[in-house]
């Protein structure tokens, strides 16, 4: 459980910030910012289930943004051999999870038609949340990438990232009415 007595501890003063190591890195460095574009998606996902009243929807985000604390946890814990088992001392995202997100996804997707076209960001307003989310997600797997393509990452946690957007895009389909009030692009409309 954690316990936190102080919010403020002074000690990123100096531009770095402490790692579940103990180890201490600068605030901008490519691990810092993929948790950092971690916990905006979790806040985005947040956002939508203020629009969002089915409970298992809410359900299913909320689960979501649990296992962001958890993907954030797992990249603030670096493993540079590679090791990425899970302990009693070390939170690691499991291939499970993103496993659940396939299933999720398989069972949102059997409520909607085949796409025929691109579908723009928008419809009801808790659809535009979702792919704000959506999009936010996107940003953090790119930071993930990133940071993998210097220290090791988490398969399993690169795989969830990714799946998560999916789902994210197929939610926001099931909201617009199971994608009857999809928005759909015109290629070239305005020219």
């Known amino acids: 459980m954690v316990k936190l007595n102080r919010i403020y501890t002074r000690t990123g003063d100096d531009g770095t910030t402490g790692l579940v190591d103990g180890s201490r890195v600068p605030k901008h460095s490519f691990r810092i910012e993929a948790i950092g574009l971690v916990d905006e998606a979790n806040s985005a996902i947040g956002l939508a289930l203020c629009a969002i009243a089915d409970q298992a929807h809410r359900a299913l985000l909320t689960r979501v943004q649990n296992d962001l604390f958890d993907l954030g946890a797992d990249l603030a814990t670096p493993a540079e051999d590679g090791d990425f088992a899970p302990s009693e001392m070390v939170l690691r995202i499991a291939a499970s999870q993103a496993e659940w997100i396939e299933s999720e996804i398989d069972a ?38 990133a940071l993998a393509a210097e220290s090791p990452v988490n398969p399993a946690a690169a795989a969830y990232i990714n799946r998560l957007s999916d789902l994210l895009f197929v939610l926001a389909r099931v909201l617009n009415d199971n994608g009857a009030s999809d928005v759909k692009w015109v290629p070239g409309a305005n020219r």
């Open 108 to 145: 949102l997707n059997g409520k909607l038609e085949p796409l025929t076209s691109f579908v723009l960001p928008g419809g009801s307003e808790a659809a535009a949340r979702v792919h704000i989310a959506r999009a936010t997600t996107r940003a953090a797997e790119r930071a993930i990438t």
